[in-house]
């Protein structure tokens, strides 16, 4: 089993609202990671968990949090978006090694509004 | 400079070309590469590892060459199917991989 699941698929959110994303996967990897993926441009990375410890941070703004509660789930908490903010949102998930593939789940389009 | 360079294309093809596609990376210290293939409104999907050694599956053949620091990959007998954007990975940080800015493939029937 090689899948990564999100929830929700789609999303959309006013400015003031709090949600949340959600992304499970039960193959043991113990790297997670969160992209925004912004239409016609590659996945820019925004968060590394590694062992369940957030190992990387690409300058992210504090209106994203993420939050990795054990070692298969990891979350994105939103609050007080922009518009620009609207993108897929991905996660993947890797063995933890240095040379391990990455697999993506199916990711969240989000529209803020 | 970009760690990790493509050039986006597009590629319009007809069935049953060969089309190849290069990536040229940054960091000497690249310890693993890969490519990824994305469906419009889809995420990616990892097409295959590219080993230094080349590699081949089916249609498809990775090469790597590690002196000039870029990695290729050619498709034979391309299909309708093939229409994607092909996405080159490179990892050298640990848990951090840097993609490509894609090459966009269009098969033509």
């Known amino acids: 089993d090689t899948e990564v699941t999100q929830t929700p698929k789609h999303l959309v959110m006013g400015m003031t609202n709090k949600k949340s994303l959600k992304c499970e996967q039960h193959m043991g990897h113990r790297a997670m990671y969160w992209y925004k993926q912004k239409a016609k441009k590659p996945p820019e990375l925004m968060f590394v968990y590694s062992y369940e410890k957030l190992s990387i941070n690409e300058s992210v703004p504090s209106r994203f949090s993420p939050e990795c509660p054990n070692s298969s789930l990891l979350n994105l908490h939103l609050h007080a978006l922009q518009p620009e903010d609207s993108a897929l949102y991905l996660c993947?998930?890797?063995?933890?090694?240095?040379?391990?593939?990455?697999?993506f789940g199916p990711g969240t389009r989000l529209l803020v509004l | 400079r970009k760690e990790v360079e493509q050039d986006p294309g597009p590629f319009n093809v007809p069935e049953g070309a060969t089309v190849a596609f290069n990536c040229t990376y940054s960091?000497?210290?690249?310890?693993?590469f890969f490519w990824y293939r994305q469906d419009c409104r889809k995420e990616p999907k990892l097409l295959m590892s590219v080993y230094s050694s080349g590699n081949e599956d089916g249609r498809f053949t990775a090469q790597l060459n590690r002196a000039s620091q870029y990695i290729s990959l050619l498709i034979r007998d391309s299909k309708l199917s093939d229409s994607a954007t092909y996405l080159c990975?490179?990892?050298?940080?640990?848990?951090?991989?840097?993609f490509g800015t894609g090459t966009s493939l269009t098969v033509i029937p």
């Open positions: 990975v490179v990892n050298w940080a640990g848990n951090q991989f840097y």
């Open positions: 960091n000497s210290a690249s310890q693993s």
């Open positions: 993947a998930s890797s063995q933890g090694l240095a040379e391990e593939t990455q697999y």
